[in-house]
């Protein structure tokens, strides 16, 4: 297991407040401190000056969208090695395909959501990260 989760910081996006709500009680149970926001602007905001360990996002939201955070992240170069994992409803390949694209880690679906996978892939993505 990675480090003392107590010191792992999340920041998780998204512009539907329950979905934000589900993941924050999910991760924080989980252990993690977690901080939310509402859209990639507001996040890429704190990303600038907060340190995080991995970011969770939505694709579709308002003002900036997880794809243009992730490849705006992808373009920082502060940011480089931050874990993205993209949470979604967008299914199709396509989709898919533009989110790991855009510098994404990983792509887990709304529709399909088991939270033992989200905490799994955040850990193997902070652990890889560690090596």
């Given at each position: 297991?990675?480090?003392?989760?107590?010191t792992?910081?999340l920041?998780?996006?998204?512009?539907?407040?329950?979905?934000r709500?589900?993941?924050?009680?999910?991760?924080?149970?989980?252990?993690?401190?977690?901080?939310?926001?509402?859209?990639g602007?507001?996040?890429?905001?704190?990303?600038?000056?907060?340190?995080?360990?991995?970011?969770?996002?939505?694709?579709?939201?308002?003002?900036m969208?997880?794809?243009?955070?992730?490849?705006?992240?992808?373009?920082?170069?502060?940011?480089?090695?931050?874990?993205?994992?993209?949470?979604?409803?967008?299914?199709?390949?396509?989709?898919?395909d533009?989110?790991?694209?855009?510098?994404?880690?990983?792509?887990?679906?709304?529709?399909?959501f088991?939270?033992s996978?989200?905490?799994?892939?955040?850990?193997?993505?902070?652990?890889?990260?560690?090596?």
């Amino acid at each position: 297991m990675i480090g003392d989760k107590r010191t792992i910081q999340l920041l998780v996006v998204d512009d539907s407040m329950t979905s934000r709500t589900l993941l924050l009680e999910i991760l924080e149970f989980a252990a993690f401190k977690v901080d939310t926001a509402e859209d990639g602007v507001e996040a890429y905001g704190m990303l600038m000056s907060k340190h995080y360990d991995l970011l969770v996002s939505d694709i579709e939201m308002p003002n900036m969208n997880g794809l243009e955070l992730t490849s705006k992240v992808r373009e920082t170069v502060a940011l480089t090695s931050l874990p993205v994992i993209l949470v979604t409803g967008l299914a199709k390949d396509e989709d898919k395909d533009r989110g790991i694209k855009a510098g994404a880690n990983a792509y887990i679906l709304k529709k399909s959501f088991d939270q033992s996978v989200l905490i799994e892939t955040i850990n193997f993505l902070l652990q890889k990260k560690e090596n």
